[in-house]
Each structure stands twice: as C-alpha cells, then as structure tokens.
C-alpha cells in the first residue's frame, strides 16, 4: 500500500510536469532537478520498502513527493503567470519541500551508515535540526521578514552534516566487499557533485553558471539513489528484483543524459548561440548518450543491488581479512571467535540465512545466524590430508536456494578447509598462552606465600638464634651447646621446607592442560618422601586452565600436610567431572588425628580457591563448579 501511495503520490505530478513542458514546449531547465529527484528516491524509497528500511523509505519518499508537486506547480506557473492563485500555492509548496530536501541532506547519509555501535543516533538527532529550523524560519516569515543569510542556516547546517555523514558512509564501506566499495566510490561522486550544485543557492551566479550547477545536481542523483539502495541491501543480505534495478539504470542514464543536455545547454548560453540552436544541439547530445548511458548502467546496477552469484574469489579475500584480523587479535581469545568470525564471512558474502561450521578432531561448532522455516539448507564436507576435518552446512534466506553457493563452497573446500583448521590452531595456541600466565602467575603468588609467610619468618628465628648462641659462647655458658642443638634442628626443618616448596612449585604439564600429567609427576616428586600418592583424575584435560589449577593447588596442600604429619603413608586422589561440577575426593591412609589436620588445612585452601569442602570418614571432598 506504501509503495502504490509513493508511486502514485510522486509518479501523477512527476509525469504531469513533464507531458504539460513537452507540450507547451516550456524549458525544462528550470524543473530537470525536481524531476530527477521526484523519480530517483521515488524508486529508492519503494526499494527500501521492499527490504525493510522503513526510516529510507520514509525520507526519500517525502522527498521525491514534494519535489514532484512543487515541479508541477512550477511548470503551471509558468503557463499562466497571471493565475492569482498559483503564485501561493507555489511559495508555500518551495517551503514545503524544503524541510524532506534538508532532512535528507543531513539525515540520510546517517541512516545509510548506521551500525550496530549507535554512533550514528546522536548525528540524527543533530541533523533534524536543520529541517526543525527551516520549518520555524517558514512560520516566522509569515509574519516579519527573515534576512536572507538567517535563511541560509538551515542549509549550510543541513550540507555539514551531509558532509560528515558522506565520510562516514565511504570510510565503513571501503573496508567491505567489491559491492561496498564501488558503492563507496558512487556515493563519494554524488556527495562532491551535489555540494557543488549547492553553490547555486548560496551565491548569486550568471545563468550558464547556474546550469552547470543543475547539471552537477542531475548528475548527483545518477549515484546517489544507488549508493542509498545498496545500504539497503547489504543491510538486508539480499537484492532486488531485476526489473527495479533496471528502472534505477534507466534513471542513472536519464540523469547523466539530462546532465549533458543542461552542460551542453550552458556552453549554449555562454557562447551566444541562439536558443533553437542551442536547444537542439542539446536535445541531440541527450538522444546519442541515453542509449549508451543505459547499456552501461543496466550492468552496474545490476551488480550492485540485485543478488549477485557467489564469487570465489571474493570469498576467499573476505576469508583471508577474517584470518588475518584472528591471528591479529591479543591473547586471551576467546574460544570460538575465529570459527563465528568465517561462519559469518560465508553468510554475508552469500547473503545465506545461517551457516554452520563443525570441526571433528576438535569437536568444536560455530553456528552464526537464524534459521528460517522451509529454507533449504546443504552440507558440504571439508577435506584435509585425503580426510574430511569437518563440514559447513548452509542454510538459505527466504525465498533463495542454496544450490549456487554450493558450487562455490564445493570448488573452495580444501582452501576452506586449510583456513578453519588455522584459525583452530590459532585459537588453541592463544588458549595455552592463556594458561600459561594464569598458571605461572599462581605459582608466583605461591612462591610469595610460602618465602613471606613461612621461609622469612623460620630463617629470622635462625637468625636471632645465633646471636644468642654467639652470647653464650662468649660467656661461657654451659647452656651454648644445647641451643646450638636446637638451631641444627631448626636448620634441617627448614632445608625440608625448601625442598617442599620445590617439590610444591607447579609443574610444566599444566601448562599443556594436562592435569592427570601434573598429579602424576607430583606423585613421582613425593615417593622419596614416605608418602605414597595414588592419582585418578580420567578425563581432566577438559577442564579450562583455573579449573585445573584449582585441583592441582588443593592436592598439593593435602600432599604438603601428609608429609609434616610422620603417622600419615598415603594419598589418594580421586578427581570426578560431571556437566556442572568437578569433585576432588582426598583419602588419608592414617590415623584419625591426620585426617582432621587434613579438612582444616585443605577446608583453608579450598576457601581461598572458591571451592567447597565436605567431610568424608577418611578424608574430604572438595567441590567447584564449572
């Protein structure tokens, strides 16, 4: 219904205006840029419709409607100059398309470059304003005049933000695909073309002057509803019907025509070539350029805003920028982003619905996208090394198969292949780098504990011993020999604490996240010492990096308590993972008083870890969540 109202409302007086200047042979100078207008956004405005964009539609298709009225309201004006009536409706029909021109001079270069990030709010809401004011300007003017450079405002405010939007637009779109950036290319021509046709209303200029400035308006109007279109469409993920992209190569190719017909008409006027001459060269120089023009346009245009087919190439550059921005990314990564980032690479590049990505060795999936009910979806695998390392499923868009893309993917599959399987590497090398520095900072948190809390405080004991000895001895005292004894045995306790600790000190498998590994090798580290440690942990190695260290720090405390107890001959371990917890089951072979130092100290530790113990009739369980 919005798009018959567009069409109708803009199309009528459009059309109007150009069958009543054909037949009273009016010029059409004066009315070529709000023809052009009327019937470019009148088509971006039903495009957008078509895909979604409600807020385009609604700026370009108040824009093309007013400029069509007001079109035919200049050319009847024109027919009878003495009509009483058209001169107000006339000014009041100027003001009217004023406010849609300005709103989508600094409105709409902000929607086409909206984002997910929200930037581009507080720039709209900046932009209304230059139509708000040209709006209150208007209403003031009815009563006292407004001076003409107060009148400028609204325009100059308007051609700003036009300016800084335009920017804006080509710095995102240059960094896309093919499409964007001759997109980008496009909307940076019409963008420098329509601030030079503005010249016209700011200054006063010399009538072939002023033509060229119409020229450089018409010819802004061949790239700009384009541009605006293909924001539209690549927001959408999906193209247009054939037969509109075509009616927008029409209309880029009437407006370069008609802007050669107002350049031609202008090197008439400068000249002093008589007006028949001059009317007809130009009439000409449209003819031989529109078909032309045409032929050249239909093939863009079609690129640009009709659902292109899948291109290898362009699949493999977009895949090569998502490779090299996740080899880019800092340590940690977080688990999955560079198989999410291809998955999404694949479905804007087809403009698929979804897209699934599934690694066998590694039994990881990245899904990006929702599916659609009735789409229809494929799977292809993907080789490596005469084997398959995983698949890709794809899901299509409403309306779209699948069975072009297909093709492409089947071609690409060993490069699609050799990608995923880099970025998983990348991935897993940035997740042991990852455990690494969490593992060797607990260690030096570890080593700190141990030097300030104990090793410190037991060597300045020795220390103070040894003064006093040093009295004794020096006075003779009977008692010398029996401190000295004491300082021995000091001595050797702490020599033993040293070793502890080193035999405490984390080992180097829990860097490789093998936990089983590092409860092994303490084991063999605490055998020489009386202790017998007996580990069961299957499966560990899925835990993540703090999990695991958390484990291995409880045990080694229930290690390091077995040891200063004599009466204690055993640990067991036994580490159970489920879906949601992870127990950590502590056995003493000992007596009763053993198995009580034992739930302190590891109640203590397992505190500090975030763990939760529980007593049991040998032992404690510690648990954690995952």
Not at 98 to 116: C, T
Not at 229 to 254: C, I, K, N, P
Not at 324 to 330: E, G, K, N
Not at 542 to 563: E, F, N
Request: hydrophobic share 55%.
């Amino acid at each position: 219904m919005l798009k018959r109202a567009i069409i109708v409302g803009a199309g009528a007086p459009a059309l109007a205006a150009i069958l009543l200047a054909v037949v009273t042979e009016t010029d059409p100078s004066r009315t070529a840029r709000l023809l052009v207008t009327a019937f470019a956004y009148a088509l971006v405005a039903v495009g957008a419709l078509r895909l979604g964009s409600r807020a385009i539609a609604g700026v370009c298709g108040a824009l093309s409607t007013t400029s069509a009225w007001l079109a035919l309201a200049l050319v009847l004006q024109a027919l009878a100059p003495e009509a009483a009536a058209l001169h107000p409706a006339t000014v009041l029909l100027v003001h009217v398309a004023r406010i849609p021109e300005l709103a989508a001079l600094a409105v709409l270069p902000w929607l086409v470059a909206r984002s997910a990030a929200g930037e581009h709010r507080l720039a709209i809401a900046v932009g209304i304003g230059a139509p708000a004011l040209s709006a209150a300007l208007s209403l003031v003017g009815t009563i006292v005049p407004v001076p003409g450079l107060l009148g400028l405002v609204p325009l100059v405010w308007a051609v700003i933000g036009f300016l800084a939007g335009a920017v804006v637009v080509a710095a995102r779109w240059l960094r896309g695909d093919t499409r964007e950036r001759m997109a980008a290319a496009w909307f940076l021509v019409g963008a420098a073309l329509l601030v030079v046709s503005y010249v016209r209303v700011l200054l006063p200029l010399p009538e072939p002057l002023a033509l060229l400035a119409d020229a450089s308006f018409v010819v802004a109007q061949g790239f700009l509803p384009v541009a605006v279109l293909v924001s539209v469409v690549s927001r959408a993920r999906q193209g247009v019907e054939v037969r509109l992209a075509d009616a927008f190569a029409w209309l880029q190719a009437l407006a370069l025509s008609v802007g050669a017909y107002l350049l031609v008409t202008a090197a008439a006027r400068a000249l002093d070539v008589d007006v028949v001459m001059g009317g007809a060269i130009a009439a000409a120089v449209l003819a031989l350029t529109l078909g032309g023009f045409v032929t050249r346009s239909r093939v863009w245009v079609r690129r640009l805003v009709t659902r292109s087919p899948p291109d290898a190439r362009e699949l493999l550059r977009r895949l090569s920028d998502r490779v090299v921005a996740a080899d880019a990314l800092p340590s940690p990564l977080r688990a999955g982003a560079g198989l999410d980032d291809i998955a999404r690479s694949l479905r804007d590049t087809f403009a698929l619905a979804a897209v699934e990505i599934s690694v066998d060795d590694r039994d990881r999936t990245a899904f990006v996208g929702a599916l659609v009910a009735g789409a229809e979806s494929a799977s292809v695998a993907l080789p490596s090394g005469g084997r398959s390392i995983g698949r890709v499923a794809l899901f299509g868009a409403p309306g779209a198969g699948v069975a072009p893309v297909v093709v492409v993917i089947e071609q690409t599959a060993g490069l699609l292949a050799a990608v995923v399987l880099l970025v998983v590497v990348n991935e897993e090398s940035a997740a042991t780098r990852t455990r690494s520095l969490v593992v060797r900072r607990e260690e030096r948190r570890l080593l700190q504990l141990e030097l300030h809390d104990h090793l410190t405080p037991r060597l300045a004991a020795i220390g103070e011993g040894m003064l006093a000895a040093d009295g004794l001895l020096a006075r003779g005292d009977a008692t010398a020999a029996e401190e000295i004894d004491v300082l021995r045995q000091a001595t050797a306790a702490c020599t033993e604490d040293v070793r502890r600790l080193a035999r405490t000190l984390l080992p180097t498998a829990l860097d490789q996240g093998d936990l089983d590994a590092a409860l092994t090798e303490l084991a063999g580290m605490t055998a020489g010492s009386g202790v017998v440690l007996r580990v069961h942990a299957p499966g560990s190695d899925v835990l993540d990096a703090a999990d695991q260290l958390r484990v291995y720090l409880v045990v080694a405390q229930a290690v390091s308590h077995a040891r200063r107890a004599t009466s204690v001959g055993s640990v067991d371990v036994d580490v159970r993972i489920d879906e949601r917890s992870v127990r950590t089951a502590l056995r003493l072979g000992g007596p009763a008083t053993a198995v009580t130092g034992l739930r302190a100290e590891v109640a203590d530790r397992a505190e500090e870890l975030g763990m939760v113990v529980s007593s049991t009739p040998d032992g404690v369980e510690a648990v954690m969540s995952r």
